[in-house]
């Protein structure tokens, strides 16, 4: 049962609930708690009050923390946990696979993937829009992360950053 239950609420997901209106829309079919329901069935867990845009990617191997926002047209892949009232504009990447590259001799398509490395988002985090976050990175609690940031280090605590790559511009506890 819990099999067709999974594969059912990812195919209302697929088929349904990525497409209804954003939240925010004057329109209200009970998009925000479809989309929360069919994403709490068929991933790893998805804590009391979170948000799933419109057009957003979930993944199976994704946790989502309580009153955390998924931005829309997110993409997030693999092995992701996002803690607790993290805020994500939209338009946001998560990668965590990425190409081999090593072997000169073969091009690097025919190269195959790294392993995956999981991407862990600490509590009461901002990520602004069109942000990409590379594999195993690791962002602090309390972080804000600037709109087209492009992040391929940890990110302390507290830390304020932006760029390509993402550099520390400030902390919001100095």
Same mark, same amino acid.
């Given at each position: 049962?819990?099999?067709? &239950?999974?594969?059912?609420?990812?195919?209302?997901?697929?088929? &349904?609930?990525?497409?209804?209106?954003?939240? @925010?829309?004057?329109?209200?079919?009970? +998009?925000?708690? $479809?989309?929360?329901?069919?994403?709490?069935? $068929?991933?790893?867990?998805?804590?009391?009050? /979170?948000?799933?845009?419109?057009?957003?990617?979930?993944?199976?191997?994704?946790? &989502?923390?309580?009153?955390?926002? !998924?931005?829309? =047209?997110?993409?997030? +892949?693999?092995?992701?946990?996002?803690?607790?009232?993290?805020?994500?504009?939209?338009?946001?990447?998560?990668?965590?696979? =990425?190409?081999?590259? @090593?072997?000169?001799? *073969? #091009?690097?398509?025919?190269?195959?993937?790294?392993?995956?490395?999981?991407?862990? !988002?600490?509590?009461?985090?901002? !990520?602004?829009?069109? *942000?990409?976050?590379?594999?195993?990175?690791?962002?602090? =609690?309390?972080?804000?992360?600037?709109?087209? /940031?492009?992040?391929?280090?940890?990110?302390? @605590? $507290?830390?304020?950053?932006?760029?390509? #790559?993402?550099?520390?511009?400030?902390?919001? =506890?100095?």
């Amino acid at each position: 049962m819990n099999r067709l &239950i999974m594969a059912l609420a990812w195919g209302g997901y697929q088929l &349904i609930g990525k497409h209804l209106p954003a939240s @925010d829309s004057r329109i209200h079919l009970g +998009q925000k708690e $479809f989309r929360r329901w069919c994403v709490s069935h $068929f991933a790893v867990s998805v804590g009391k009050g /979170a948000n799933i845009e419109k057009g957003a990617i979930i993944p199976r191997k994704a946790s &989502i923390g309580r009153d955390s926002g !998924i931005g829309k =047209n997110a993409y997030i +892949q693999g092995e992701t946990h996002i803690g607790d009232y993290v805020m994500m504009g939209p338009e946001c990447y998560i990668w965590t696979i =990425n190409h081999e590259t @090593d072997d000169l001799s *073969v #091009p690097m398509c025919k190269q195959g993937s790294k392993p995956e490395k999981p991407v862990y !988002i600490g509590d009461d985090v901002w !990520i602004g829009s069109r *942000v990409t976050i590379l594999p195993g990175v690791r962002i602090g =609690n309390g972080a804000i992360i600037g709109a087209g /940031a492009v992040v391929s280090k940890d990110i302390p @605590d $507290f830390a304020v950053v932006a760029g390509n #790559p993402a550099k520390v511009v400030k902390y919001r =506890n100095s």
